[in-house]
């Protein structure tokens, strides 16, 4: 490089801390706008407003006979509100107290988002195995409730986990009941 | 250029990578130690910056085809919906959006450096005309593109262009037919180039990097247009070009930020916010700026030659006008590369320069827009009243409906007084210079600057002294301004 | 020489007239609150605006890309803020305008403003239990509810479609200006000057193309009572309706040119840096 049009330096005095604070000064400032501009593309790939508008339907319990269930979409996520009989309903208290994977009672399986108790013969929860969320078929199982036919996981009458890969209950969304018939899920 | 590999490399792993995949030398080489001559100017820095708009745009419009929906019932909305409601999607789109404008605008001043300072010429030919390459893909990819959002503009645009096919004869409507994917445009239409305007960017970066490993083989031009003899006229790519390409990127990036934060419909055309209407043309359709000059070129031939009509020639115009750019390189026949030593060469660009923008204005205006006029509307008129004898009348104007009106008053004045009679009259109009006949001289500039200037001027035409090295046209540079400062 | 000859034949040549016949009259500059790289909209005016809207242009112009729950984002008509209160599940102390006193923005469809607007509508849809079409009140993530049932119905009724309004005021040259001018532009025609082909349900508007529209004018004095007592003069309501338009086209424009400072100087600073290294770097190299 001797021959090349750029001269060799000689070191000197206080030139090359000024020099290098440019340096660095410049760096710096690059790498925070760079960091900045990263945020919007990936920010863009969350739910946009229109999608988080939806977060939340209704839906009235009396079109549901007892004994029977509905399947309704919430976040575009299927959601079952069962109907329960007394005797599922009994069933499920009844083992309040067994030996539980994911230990809850009946009451807490239908209690509002607000905190305030639901109603035992609804029982509203997400429709998706907590093992790799597979739709859970009813009358499956040996605990009267659902079985997952993907993995073998079974839920009884308060869905919640009893046998099987899965490793929680089914999920309950957060809902209130904004009268007597009438839910508000999400 | 490509000298010995200077790299050495300092780890275990960078000597393991370096004999099986030596990509870090490849880099250093190029991009590093690689040597750029000294006397690069500001126009030099224009390849960075498109590089940073071909980047911009592949990144944006990758975000953009997550949101976007390429259905005739849903592309309009859908980007409406970016706008409003998708997290910064109103800033993604409008980065995207004024990219193409700032690309086309990096592109032109780009080509027209290479233009000034010779850079197609020998040995940069493949050179040039791989960037000539790289540019009508960004034509293509700029029509695609504008398709998509579905307004007004984009479907009257697709409508026109898909019917230049048209002027073919013979193969022409079924080409255009295939290309549509039906019998106007419509979804499979839509559709396609959806999928196109995704995969031409990619082309384009795949020639990019030929152009750039042309660059490399063969060195930069620089402005005096002098081959680099030795080291004492370059210096190391990095750090001295790496830092005069990042601050002039983001000096371009400050006005591109004005564009996409201040004015985002200012590039645009309002019409685009119609959602598209099969049924009603708008009044002008004009395509997007950069492709104005072209436009106009197209339009200026409003005459058949012989057995090609009107709309062939014109459309063999516009294509020539591009196609004439890859035989640059064999047109130009001066010995000197760059027009900083070619006194008459220098002016006859400026006025080439000055054609191009003025094309672009004409190809934004209506055809039969009058700029200007010798003379007035002259109606003369001689009147016969029918008891006998003859009287003239002439009334002028600036415009037909001025004139019509003067004359109205005269003829009302002279059947009152001179009663019921037989008029018969003529009109002279005056010399009108309409837009379509200024397209015309521009469009002969165009073609005679490529086909008759370069190749006659460069036989004949007397260059000023050319400095032997880069080093010592820079020394004379020096010594002029110390001059003139003393 | 060229540039003699060109200097020559510009001398020639007269200038000629600026407008041919039949080119729309251009719309006078108004000042508006949204002009300009700091200009922002008043909420007052949009939701005066919004009013207008509803009572007067709904009628007839559909505005397909806006939904209820966009009046409440911020720098909408009815965006509110409150303080979100964690143990009722509810947002309390909820006012219009921005945050202040750490409220913050309520998210739209959650603003109580917005629901109360979307309830007032009637919404018309299949039930995907039994089939039947049902109507159920209004909720924000509704579409603004078309007056008509359907796309062909526009045409059928008014002989032309009146424009959707989502984003008028872009769809149209100096946009804000235009509708302006449009709305409080009527007038007589010029003696002499008829519509075209003797139509008689069209309107003499000097601003618009051509000189005919399709639009009645629309804004009589005291054609809406508004809320907060303002006047309705028919240049208040053009005003008005106006800046809503021009908001709704473009809702993020605020946040744009707010983003768009921060920028700038940003890369100002680092355009000052960079060139600082610039000259630091070539400080010994002759070019």
Known sequence: MAESAVPAHGGGGDEPTRRDFIYIATGAVGAVGAAALVWPFI??????????????????????????????????????????????????????????????????????????????????????????GCVPTFGGGSYGGWLCACHGSVYDTAARIRSGPAPANLVAPPYVYTSDTIVKIG | MSGPSTYEPKTGFERWLDQRLPIVRMMHDSFVDYPTPRNLNYFWTFGAILMLCLVTQIVTGIVLAMHYTPSIDDAFNSVQRIRRDVPFGWLIQNIHATG????????????????????????????????????????????????????????????????????????????????????????????????????????????????????????????????????????????????????????????????????????????????????????????????????????????????ISAKLGGLMLMAGAIGILFILPWLDTSKVRSMRYRPVARWFFLIFVAVCLALGWCGAQSPDKVIGQAGEFTINATYKPAAGGEQTLTATGHTLEAAEKAFEKQRAATVASAGAGELTTTVVKPFQFKVTQFSQLLTLYYFAFFLLVLPILGLRETPNRVPETIAKAIGAKRGAAAEKGA | MVRGFLIAAALLIAPAAAFAAGDAKHPHKEHWSFDGPFGTFEQAEVQRGFQ????????????????????????????????????????????????????????????????????????????????????????????????????????????????????????????????????????????????????????????????????????????????????????????????????????????????????????????????????????????
């Open chain 2, 100 to 307: 193409a404008s700032m690309f086309f605008l990096a592109v032109y001043i780009h080509m027209f450096r290479g233009l000034y300072y010779g850079s197609y010429k020998a040995p940069r030919e493949v050179l040039w005309i791989l960037g000539v390459v790289i540019y009508v893909l960004m034509t293509a990819t700029a029509f695609l593109g504008y398709v998509l959002p579905w307004g007004q503009m984009s479907f009257w645009g697709a409508t026109v262009i898909t019917n230049f096919f048209t002027a073919i004869p013979v193969v022409g409507e079924p080409i255009q037919q295939w290309l549509m994917g039906g019998f106007a445009i419509d979804n499979p239409t839509l559709n396609r180039f959806f999928s196109l305007h995704y995969l031409l960017p990619f082309v384009i970066a795949g020639v990019v990097i030929l152009h750039v490993w042309a660059l490399h083989v063969t060195g930069q031009n620089n402005p005096d247009g002098i081959e680099v003899k030795d080291k004492a006229d370059t210096v190391p790519f990095t750090p001295y070009a790496t830092i005069k390409d990042l601050f002039a990127t983001v000096l371009f990036m400050i006005m591109f930020a004005v564009f996409v934060f201040f004015l985002p419909d200012a590039l645009g055309h309002p019409d685009n916010f119609i959602p598209a209407d099969p049924l009603k043309t708008p009044p002008h359709i004009v395509p997007e700026w950069y492709l104005l000059p072209f436009y106009a070129i197209l339009r200026a031939i409003d005459f058949s030659i012989g057995p």
């Open chain 1, 43 to 132: 920010n863009q790939m969350s739910p946009a407003s229109d999608t988080l508008a939806l977060a939340s339907s209704e839906y009235d319990l009396s079109q549901v006979p007892e004994g029977q269930q509905v399947v309704i979409f919430w976040r575009k996520k299927p959601v079952f509100i069962r109907h329960r009989t007394a005797a599922e309903i009994a069933a499920a208290r009844a083992d309040d107290n067994a030996p539980l994977p994911d230990p809850q009672t009946d009451a807490e399986r239908v209690v509002q988002s607000n905190g305030q108790p639901g109603k035992a013969e609804y029982l509203i929860v997400e429709a998706s195995c907590t093992h790799f």
């Open chain 3, 52 to 287: 207008v809207y509803k009572e007067v242009c709904a009628a007839c112009h559909t505005m397909d890309n806006l939904t209820y729950r966009h009046l409440g984002e911020p720098g909408g008509p009815f965006a509110a803020a409150g303080k979100w209160d964690a143990a009722s599940g509810s947002w309390k102390d909820v006012h219009l305008g921005a945050p202040h006193h750490g409220s913050r923005y309520v998210p739209a469809p959650d603003n109580p403003f917005v629901r109360a607007i979307a309830e007032q509508y009637e919404i018309t849809e299949i039930d995907p239990t039994t089939g039947q079409e049902i109507t159920r009140k209004g909720r924000p993530a509704d579409r603004f509810v078309s007056p008509y049932t359907n796309p062909y119905q526009a045409k059928a009724i008014h002989g032309v479609a009146p424009p959707d309004l989502s984003v008028i005021t872009r769809a149209r040259h100096d946009g804000a200006n235009y509708l302006y001018a449009l709305l409080t532009g009527y007038a007589d025609p010029p003696e002499g000057e008829t519509a075209p082909g003797g139509a008689t349900n069209l309107h003499y508007n000097p601003y618009f193309a051509g000189g005919w529209i399709s639009m009645p004018p629309q804004l009589m004095p005291d054609r809406v009572v508004y809320e907060d007592g303002t006047e309705a003069t028919p240049e208040q309501m053009a005003r008005d309706v106006t800046a809503f338009l021009a908001w709704a086209g473009e809702p993020k424009q605020i946040i744009r040119k707010k983003t768009g400072f921060a920028t700038l100087i940003y890369l100002l600073i680092l355009g000052g840096l960079l060139y600082a290294a610039y000259r630091q770097v070539w400080r010994d190299v002759k070019h």
